[in-house]
């Protein structure tokens, strides 16, 4: 799809909160997201699908790994590795992202590839790297034979044929699309307290916006637009990475190695084409990039300024950046 260029220039006072600006590509986090029509949430879903997600035995008789231990909720939603270990320690093919505030994106994975939360699950779920399930049916046949399951799907899904694949991932997803992360610094002052966020942050913000990294990243994720009017599931909003080739950082990071959606649909003008990332809680979901090869915050902000924006900040602008986006950390408790 196109680009969308929100990118508007911020000429008014510090002291006054966004939502006086109207900006509408920086908003608070709502209070839900939005569900698909053929899977409402439910208390019943949503408790069991954290079930499933702290249980290793979900991914095969001997797993050792549950969906927690590479999207650890209770560290920012990652792992922390570059690249995390599957069933029998291979590598992932790209690194850990976050689940906070999933359910605001349109589409799944780095590139885009899967089309909502319950076609990434049974995606995942068929991986041997993510699964050692021998094959679905053996997982299911699993669930089946638990007592504690059996109920908890009955109770989630009435009707017959309770306990299915794609019960377990219409129970994932909405688990998942409860994982939100409210009353960030930031949402408190575009709600208006001013004095929620520090003086370097509120440059930083500004900077963000003038510089032209909000043309990219806007919206609820700062990560393009929600599901709704603008785009609907399955429709994803893709950019260059990097957008200047050539800088010293493509081999430092091995940034053009990866030729993003291209790998997945083949198509010659979706070469190093990639979704646009979350911000939001980015502070704490070290390391970055699809290959995790960046390590710490001010390090990625100057990949981007450079890739994306052809830029070299300086170190005090760097600072006012990373203030900003630590203020887009909130505040994270799994329903
Ligand atoms: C071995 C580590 C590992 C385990 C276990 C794992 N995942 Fe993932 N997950 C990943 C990686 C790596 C990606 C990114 C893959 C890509 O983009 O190509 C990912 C992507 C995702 C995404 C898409 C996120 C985004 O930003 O689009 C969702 C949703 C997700 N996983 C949910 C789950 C659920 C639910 C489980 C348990 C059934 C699970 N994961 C288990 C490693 C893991
Ligand atoms: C042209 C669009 C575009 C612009 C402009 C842009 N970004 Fe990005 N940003 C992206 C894309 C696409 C990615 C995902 C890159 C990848 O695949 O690893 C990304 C990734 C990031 C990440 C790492 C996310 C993660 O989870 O690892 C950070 C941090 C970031 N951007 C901040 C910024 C900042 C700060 C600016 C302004 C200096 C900026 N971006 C400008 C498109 C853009």
Same mark, same amino acid.
């Given at each position: ?43 019943? +879903?949503?408790?069991?699908?954290? +079930? ?11 797993? %050792? ?15 922390? +590795? ?153 429709? !994803? ?47 704490? %979901? ?19 300024? +450079? ?8 170190? !005090? ?11 887009? %950390? ?6």
């Amino acid at each position: 799809m196109s680009r969308i260029s929100p990118f508007l220039p911020l000429t008014l006072g510090l002291c006054l909160p966004l939502s006086v600006w109207g900006f509408e590509h920086f908003q608070p986090l709502p209070k839900a997201v939005q569900q698909p029509a053929d899977n409402p949430a439910s208390t019943e +879903k949503i408790s069991l699908g954290k +079930k499933l997600f702290f249980d290793p035995a979900l991914l095969g008789t001997n797993s %050792t790994l549950s969906c927690n231990s590479c999207h650890k909720l209770s560290t920012g939603g990652v792992d922390g +590795k570059t690249v995390s270990r599957g069933q029998h320690g291979q590598y992932t093919y790209r690194s850990t992202p976050t689940l906070w505030n999933i359910g605001f994106q349109t589409v799944l994975y780095w590139d885009g590839r899967s089309r909502s939360l319950e076609e990434q699950t049974l995606d995942h779920l068929r991986d041997p790297v993510i699964s050692d399930n021998a094959h679905i049916g053996a997982m299911v046949q699993r669930l089946m034979d638990a007592e504690d399951y059996r109920q908890a799907f009955e109770a989630a899904f009435p009707g017959e044929d309770a306990v299915s694949a794609d019960n377990v991932a219409r129970a994932l997803a909405s688990f998942e699309r409860s994982l939100l992360t409210p009353d960030s610094p930031f949402d408190q002052y575009i709600r208006g307290d001013e004095n929620a966020i520090s003086a370097s942050a509120r440059r930083g913000m500004v900077l963000f916006n003038d510089s032209g990294c909000a043309s990219c990243h806007f919206g609820v994720n700062f990560a393009g637009p929600a599901p709704g009017p603008a785009m609907g599931p399955g429709d !994803g909003f893709y950019e260059l990475f990097p957008n200047h080739l050539g800088s010293r950082y493509d081999e430092q990071y091995g940034l053009a190695d990866d030729l993003g959606r291209f790998e997945a649909t083949g198509n010659l003008r979706e070469k190093y084409m990639w979704r646009v990332p979350i911000l939001r809680n980015i502070a704490v %979901t070290a390391p970055y990039f699809h290959n995790g090869r960046v390590k710490t915050l001010d390090e990625a902000v100057r990949v981007m300024a +450079k890739t994306q924006l052809g830029k070299e900040f300086s170190d !005090g602008e760097v600072q006012d950046i990373v203030a900003f986006l630590n203020s887009l %950390t909130g505040r994270m408790a799994p329903p």
